[in-house]
Nanobody, 116 residues
Framework: QVQLVESGGGLVQPGGSLRLSCAASGSIFSINIMGWYRQVPGKELELVADITSGGSTNYTDSVKGRFTISRDNAKNMLYLQMNSLKPEDTAVYYC??????????WGQGTQVTVSS
C-alpha cells in the first residue's frame, strides 16, 4: 500500500507562484505514474499533470507553459511548480499514484486559492 501526503497549498495573488509537494511512503517500489488532480466545488475532478517513473510528462491545456510537474525518485517526492497563477486555478489539489497493478492511491488534498 502507498500513502501520500500533500503540502504547499495556500493563498496567492494572481500572477504569483506556488510549489506543491507530495511525499510518498509505503510500497513505493511499486509506483509507476504519479500525477496532480484538482477539483472545484460543483465540477468534476480534473487531471492537471502526470509524470511517469521515467520522467515523461503531460499537462492539461489550461496549465501548459505555466505549471511544471517533477519527481525525485530517490526522495520519493512529487512536485508541482505553479507560475502565473490565475483565479481559475483555485481548487483543492490532490496527489495521485498508480502502482504496477493499476491500483490508485490519493492524498488528502491541499487548498490553493488565487485571489487579489
Amino acid at each position: 500500500q502507498v500513502q501520500l501526503v500533500e503540502s504547499g497549498g495556500g493563498l496567492v495573488q494572481p500572477g504569483g507562484s506556488l510549489r506543491l509537494s507530495c511525499a510518498a511512503s509505503g510500497s513505493i517500489f511499486s509506483i509507476n505514474i504519479m500525477g496532480w488532480y484538482r477539483q472545484v466545488p460543483g465540477k468534476e475532478l480534473e487531471l492537471v499533470a502526470d509524470i511517469t517513473s521515467g520522467g515523461s510528462t503531460n499537462y492539461t491545456d489550461s496549465v501548459k507553459g505555466r505549471f511544471t510537474i517533477s519527481r525525485d525518485n530517490a526522495k520519493n517526492m512529487l512536485y508541482l511548480q505553479m507560475n502565473s497563477l490565475k483565479p481559475e486555478d483555485t481548487a483543492v489539489y490532490y496527489c495521485n499514484a498508480e502502482d504496477i497493478d493499476y491500483d490508485g492511491f490519493w492524498g488528502q488534498g491541499t487548498q490553493v486559492t488565487v485571489s487579489s
